[in-house]
Every structure is written in C-alpha cells, then in structure tokens.
Nanobody
Framework: QVHLVDSGGGLVQAGGSLRLSCAAS????????MGWFRQAPGKEREFVAA????????YYADSVKGRFTISRDNAKNTVYLQMNSLKPEDTAVYYC???????????????????WGQGTQVTVSS
C-alpha cells in the first residue's frame, strides 16, 4: 500500500515561487513513476510533471517547461515540485500521484496512476 501526503501550497503573487512536497510511504519506490497533476475549478485534472523514482528521465507539460522542476529526496521518501515564475493560470489544486511500472508514453495520463495524495491548493494572484 502506498500513502502520499501533499503539502506546500499557498497564496503567491505572479512571478513568485513555491515548492510542493509529496511525502510517500511504501516498502520501496524503486519501480514507481511519481507525477504531479493539477486541477482547476471546472476543469479536468491535467498533467504537470513526472519522473522515475529511481532517477533519470523527467517529463513536463509544455505549459510549465522551464519554470517547474520535479525532483526527489530518497532519504526523505519525498518528491518535490519547485515552481518558479508562477502565473495566475497556474492556480489549481496540485496532486501527487504514484504509478507502478508504466511506460514513458503513459506518464502524462492520470489513468495510469494508482495512488494519489490529498492535494494542496496553489493560488497565484495577478
């Protein structure tokens, strides 16, 4: 069983930064892909970023490429999403997800993820 706890959201002005955290508990994460998604009011949950827990490849939505960075700390069993140059359109609830053994072509699909955190609200004011 995998348990994910999201944190780090808040209110920030446009151009500011936030770092989201996803604390994960499981026996081993080496086979998992960890992803961040977001959902704005009235919209579908959309892909933001993903990476293999074991390291190596990362994958970003075009809308956040160059501004957001996904990373992980093995010792803390935590995945991070560093968000810079935030825009009002980044406002959403952000969710961390974990997917067991999926191909890179499926990293951006929310249906691929088996486990989710509870979400953390990010609000960017103009």
């Amino acid at each position: 069983q995998v348990h994910l706890v999201d944190s780090g959201g808040g209110l920030v002005q446009a151009g500011g930064s936030l770092r989201l955290s996803c604390a994960a508990s499981a026996r081993t994460f080496s086979s998992y892909v960890m992803g961040w998604f977001r959902q704005a009011p009235g919209k579908e949950r959309e892909f933001v970023a993903a990476m293999r827990w074991s390291g190596g490849s990362t994958y970003y939505a075009d809308s956040v490429k160059g501004r957001f960075t996904i990373s992980r700390d093995n010792a803390k069993n935590t995945v991070y999403l560093q968000m810079n140059s935030l825009k009002p359109e980044d406002t959403a609830v952000y969710y961390c997800g974990a997917a067991l053994v999926i191909g890179i072509t499926d990293w951006g699909k929310k249906e691929s993820y088996n486990y989710w955190g509870q979400g953390t609200q990010v609000t960017v004011s103009s």
